[in-house]
């Protein structure tokens, strides 16, 4: 195995000579060197000592070595002939690790180069294992995210748009919206806990939903085989979530210890009073119909499901105040109006906004019934009411300039306005012809509100 090696900058080599023979002995592999930049042309190198007669002299030798970024990590002990304060503060703010005074005691010489060794050995093993960490969780939340639909859909009369705000912690958010003949199924959910272990397990939350809704079970049979299938793995996890299931305008819900559905008319932020019963998982229980309940779609009502990360920055910053009102003051004074498709990316903005970061991970999913809607994809082709001469120009030319595989086109109608949502579609020279049109854009994503 390689000795560690030691390099010694100085202006005296024979004041320095004996150090060298002792750090020799003691099996460290040492060079003494007058020229600093002999460090870049070394490698290996575990540690500096620096002497040089004048202390002023050894500052400027520290500035090279704090301020080079092949060297600038290396631990720098300085050796002094006497204690100058001022010179010792200003060198520690520079960044070395240490100093010797002379004479040299060994023990002192031989315990302190061990000890900067040690030290630097440790901060680069816990910064690979921060790496690999970061590496891990990276792929957990790009995982997490290829998991979650389409921000902007559609289906049996329906619009959809949603968005994942993840924090700097993977957590186990999931959300999913599809149909099975014509009713269609839509859900919130969140794995308690965070970590890789949380988000994987939302692949099998999707998994189950979807295979027990093939068999057009109730919405309390989806939650037991949910519940059922993940006792294996859920340990000491547990799942709340917020499941619908609609059929025309009725919709039928089981609210699993999640957040309650919150109402939006276009100008007010509510919230809907629903029943709820236990997370799934945390209790040996058997959900019956008797835990479900029902309301109805209104055309020009926007529902909005959402996790619990949504208003975890209130809790954070105003923690003896009901976090809850608190969103709803946020939505109302900082949100309203604005129109009903673009809440899930104009609530994400305002709160990135506002706050630097989150300190959990949210899903916010808005869907409800207009006068009717058109939708169009790379693969599908949806309508719901024809388009009169103007709309169906620019809905050609929308479509004509969209970039890539993965564009969407929503159009609803909302009798005073149409609304039009695209995600991967370059609409600003097409705007320029709308003169009555509020736009808004987020990312990929274009929100824009024309006048009739």
């Known amino acids: 195995m390689p000795s560690d090696r030691v390099i010694i900058l100085t202006d005296s080599p024979d004041v320095v000579q004996e150090t060298a023979e002792l750090l020799q002995f003691v099996g460290y592999d040492v060079s003494i060197a007058s020229d600093v930049s002999t460090i870049l042309k070394k490698t290996g190198v575990q540690l500096i000592l620096v002497y040089y007669r004048l202390l002023r002299n050894a500052q400027d030798v520290v500035k090279y070595i704090k301020t080079n970024g092949e060297i600038k990590d290396l631990p720098v002990i300085v050796i002094i002939e006497e204690k100058n304060y001022v010179t010792l503060l200003e060198l520690y703010q520079i960044g070395i690790s240490d100093y010797i005074e002379l004479p040299i005691i060994d023990v002192e010489l031989i315990s302190k180069i061990a000890l ?10 816990i910064e690979n294992l921060y790496k690999e960490l970061r590496d891990s969780l990276n792929l957990a939340s790009s995982l997490q995210t290829l998991m979650l639909p389409e921000p902007v859909q559609a289906y049996n009369g329906i619009w959809i748009t949603s968005k994942y705000m993840p924090s700097q912690i993977v957590g186990g958010d999931i959300y999913d919206y599809f149909t099975v003949n014509e009713d269609v199924y839509l859900y919130t959910a969140d794995i308690s806990g965070h970590g890789i272990q949380s988000a994987l397990l939302c692949s099998a939350v999707k998994s ?24 294996t793995v859920l340990g000491y996890n547990y799942v709340t979530g917020l499941f619908l299931k609609i059929t025309g305008n009725e919709v ?3 609210n699993c210890g999640h957040p309650i559905l919150i109402t939006y008319d276009g100008e007010t932020f509510t919230q809907m009073t629903l029943k709820s019963v236990f997370p799934i998982g945390l209790l040996d229980y058997t959900y019956t119909t008797e835990d479900c309940g029902k309301f109805e779609l209104q055309n020009g009502l926007t529902f909005i499901a959402y996790s619990d990360g949504l208003y975890s920055v209130f809790e954070r910053t105003r923690s003896s105040e009901d976090s809850m009102r608190l969103l709803l003051d946020f939505l109302n004074k900082e949100i309203s109006g604005i129109m009903p498709e673009a809440l899930p990316f104009a609530v994400a903005s305002a709160l990135k906004k506002r706050y630097s970061d989150l300190p959990d991970d949210y899903s916010f999913v808005a869907f409800g019934r207009t006068l009717g809607l058109n939708y169009y994809s790379e693969n599908s082709k949806y309508e719901t009411i024809p388009l009169d001469q103007k709309m169906k120009e620019l809905v050609n030319e929308i479509i004509l300039s969209a970039s890539g595989d993965n564009h969407t086109l929503l159009i609803n109608d909302h009798e005073r306005y149409w609304s039009v949502v695209t995600k991967n579609v370059e609409i600003g020279r097409i705007l320029r012809k709308l003169p009555m049109s509020i736009t808004m854009s987020f990312d ?4 824009v509100k024309i006048f009739k």
Do not use: G, P, T
Request: with cysteine.
């Open 116 to 125: 900067h060794i040690e030290l630097k050995n440790n901060r680069e093993k």
């Open 208 to 231: 189950v939903i979807r295979s027990a809704a093939q068999r057009n079970l109730r919405i309390s049979d989806i939650v037991n085989e949910l519940q059922e299938s993940m006792k």
């Open 252 to 254: 039928e819900y089981i």
């Open 444 to 447: 990929a994503v274009e929100c």
